[in-house]
């Protein structure tokens, strides 16, 4: 008789390659951890590098709340051509000579683009629109609008300057950036706005994801890496890392299981991950009138 493999129950931090999309690493994620069970917090573009979050078994219900956390990234952004897609895989729209650009205009544009802002998305992202999919109305052809929505870029830095001389002839500049930005943040948004704000256009060339949250690339393992061994980031460790902690004893955690909503204290972040007695994971609330809603149950 065969043994039966129990899958995993954690978190799976991957360092994704190029090329592959966020479902294309669940699907390998699939195999190598033998459950249909795996899915991701926060899609990661095909072009782009970098931390991508898969949950594994129960860890998929934490997936939903660590997708609102802080995301880091580094990044090159090409000032002197405009694409369809405001990245490098689309096509070319439009192109300036953007040799003129100053140092300070592009401190001047950066700046306008920190902190709490509207951000429009990229046209061609997996964003809806009336229930479809923005690239989709892109690609049948439809002319339609994104509404601008709140975003917040703590940080936008530029570390290099490069003169280039891009394969069309056109003088562009490429910049060496991180952006430490509020989940649904389009890094190649940003690229876009610098540009259009500089008078050149942009787009983005480069992108990697330096962490999620609590989760870097200290953490992360390429897929090669977790073919040959899967290191999962059990249940309980992820979310102590992730979530405000409150330490409730076996009473309280008798009556949490059951469906009672326990007092609780207040903390400065929401959801809150609860622990039992042996550093046991039971679920993660939210305050609700001073008590605890269960948002997700786990033990």
Not at 65 to 70: R, V
Not at 71 to 98: F, M, P, W
Not at 102 to 107: C, G, M, N, P, V
């Amino acid at each position: 008789m065969t043994e039966r493999i129990t899958p995993p129950d954690g978190l799976v931090i991957v360092d994704k390659p190029s090329g592959f999309t966020s479902h294309d690493v669940v699907a390998k994620m699939r195999g190598i951890a033998r459950t249909r069970r795996v899915g991701h917090a926060g899609t990661l573009d095909p072009m782009a590098t970098g931390v991508l979050v898969l949950g594994v078994e129960r860890a998929t219900k934490l997936l939903g709340h660590l997708a609102l956390t802080e995301k880091e990234y580094l990044g090159t952004i090409r000032l002197g051509q405009t694409t369809v897609t405001d990245d490098a895989e689309g096509e070319i729209i439009s192109a300036a000579d953007a040799s003129r650009v100053t140092r300070d205009a592009i401190d001047a544009g950066v700046a306008a683009l920190t902190g709490a802002i509207m951000q429009v998305p990229s046209k061609v992202s997996a964003i809806k629109i009336d229930g479809k999919r923005s690239y989709a109305r892109v690609r049948s052809g439809e002319e339609f609008e994104i509404p601008a929505r709140p975003v917040t870029i703590s940080s936008f830095r530029v570390y290099d300057i490069r003169e280039a001389v891009a394969e069309d002839g056109t003088a562009v500049l490429d910049l060496v950036v991180s952006v430490v930005c509020s989940s649904g943040t389009y890094i190649r948004a940003i690229a876009r706005d610098l540009g259009a704000g500089l008078g050149v256009g942009g787009h983005l060339t480069a992108l990697r994801r330096t962490r999620v949250g609590p989760y870097g690339l200290d953490a992360a393992r390429t897929l090669d890496q977790l073919q040959e061994e899967l290191t999962v980031m059990p249940i309980a460790e992820a979310a102590s890392a992730a979530f405000p902690r409150w330490d409730v004893d076996e009473r309280r955690a008798k009556l949490l299981a059951n469906g009672v909503r326990l007092d609780m204290p207040t903390h400065d972040r929401s959801p809150v991950a609860v622990f039992g007695p042996g550093d046991r994971f039971l679920a993660l609330v939210e305050e609700v009138k001073g008590k605890a809603k269960s948002l997700a149950v786990f033990g």
